[in-house]
């Protein structure tokens, strides 16, 4: 009986105070300052165009492209399988379930490198994880994947060999055909993706 | 001030040591209470001891209304608070089951091991049975798979159910909380046993 009056009379001013006062909506966690140099500086957030190809041609589940340029410039045209999220629409929370979520691979791309960078830099710094940049752009895709320039007879069978993935990926992304053989290619000079361990989750009970 | 403890910043062990200490301090707290004793547990059940729903109910709103000022002081994070994911045919299901258990055993799966630990054979033998349910849970899992995956809800949350915001959903619960106390105490007297004292240990 006392021990209810004691709980009583301290509990409920709490909850009367915590339901009167707004609820804190930040998110304390954030990169600082210098956390986030260095990973600009080590350019962990970039992502190569042959990388993504690959991941594109593989149907891997997890590769989500996400473009940050206008939804005109979208229009006209896209990446296979893209998703549009304006850059200036970044912190639209309706976007937040895409961008903050630790299964897909997202990859942001823009014309050049510079929207992209900067959807990078305002989602890591708000702690998100598995965002990266296309490096280059959309503008280093075309000239790489689209319309790869062809070496010479005489360069070294890795020159060539990447040249025939990117014909290969090209085609399958609706580029230039040419007589290569893209399926075993693309298979054979696979690039390493490391792909982030998930985090476990902790599960309770009684 | 930042979040208490950032996820990546502590180890798995150190994660794991962490837990370990926290759960001496819940089981403490169990045995403290007589909760390894299978009369208490099951006297929620008949109405002449309610202590079970007054201490998890008051860990519950301690809990809450400790988290929502931690998070006003920005202390902790709580989108970074790992919310079990509901679905809800497995949980209706597994929730008839452990309720049966329970009263047939007398005990609910931590108090089991908590009343194993000061030597209860009834305990043990209840242990012994969640071992097997355990064993058939998993060798049987493609029979229930569909059920145990179905009517998947995310992590709904009350207050976003309600439109309210956390803070009067808290206030909410200890009211509700407060009351149902109140009814314990009421039916403890009702359905008091002559063979049964309270808290005995």
């Known amino acids: ?206 | 001030m930042g979040p208490l403890i950032v996820y990546d910043i502590i180890s798995d062990n150190a994660n794991l040591f962490f837990a370990f200490l926290i759960g001496i301090g819940f089981g403490f707290v169990l045995e403290i209470n007589g909760f390894s004793s299978s009369r208490r547990l099951a006297g929620m059940f008949y109405g002449y001891d309610t202590t079970v729903l007054k201490v998890f109910f008051t860990a519950a709103i301690v809990a809450a209304v400790g988290l929502l000022f931690m998070s006003l002081f920005n202390w902790i994070d709580l989108s970074s608070i790992y919310i079990n994911p509901t679905f809800l045919w497995s949980s209706l299901g597994g929730g008839v089951i452990m309720g049966a258990g329970f009263i047939l055993g007398g005990y609910c799966p931590g108090t089991s091991f908590c009343a194993a630990s000061i030597g209860k054979l009834d305990a043990l033998a209840f242990i012994g049975g969640m071992f097997i349910g355990i064993f058939i849970f998993t060798e049987g899992y493609p029979l229930w798979e569909d059920f145990y995956n179905a009517k998947y809800l995310g992590s709904p949350v009350l207050s976003d159910l309600l439109g309210s915001s956390r803070g009067v959903l808290t206030l909410l619960m200890i009211l509700v909380a407060l009351g149902m106390f109140w009814v314990g105490e009421w039916t403890e007297k009702r359905f008091a046993r002559d063979d049964y004292k309270l808290n005995q240990k």
């Open chain 1, 1 to 206: 009986m006392k021990a209810r009056l004691v709980l009583a009379t301290l509990i409920i001013p709490m909850g009367l105070i915590i339901a009167a006062v707004p609820e804190n909506t930040t998110r304390p966690y954030k990169l600082t300052a210098e956390e986030l140099l260095e990973e600009v500086k080590t350019g962990t957030q970039f992502i190569y165009p042959d990388q993504v190809a690959d991941m594109i041609i593989q149907k891997d589940p997890t590769l989500q492209i996400i473009d940050v340029r206008s939804a005109d410039e979208y229009d006209k045209f896209s990446l296979p399988n893209s998703i549009n999220i304006p850059l200036v629409n970044i912190l639209n929370p309706d976007w937040e379930d895409y961008l903050d979520q630790d299964i897909k691979f997202n990859v942001f791309y823009s014309n050049g490198t510079k929207d992209a960078n900067e959807a990078w830099m305002i989602t890591r710094q708000l702690g998100f994880e598995n965002n990266y940049v296309l490096q280059g752009g959309l503008n280093y895709w075309v000239e790489t994947i689209m319309n790869p320039e062809a070496p010479k007879s005489t360069s070294p069978n890795d020159e060539i060999l990447k040249y025939n993935l990117r014909k290969g990926a090209g085609m399958a992304l609706g580029g230039a055909a040419v007589n290569t053989q893209p399926s075993t290619m693309a298979k054979s000079s696979k690039p390493p993706i490391t792909k982030r361990k998930k985090k476990k989750k902790v599960q309770g009970g009684c």
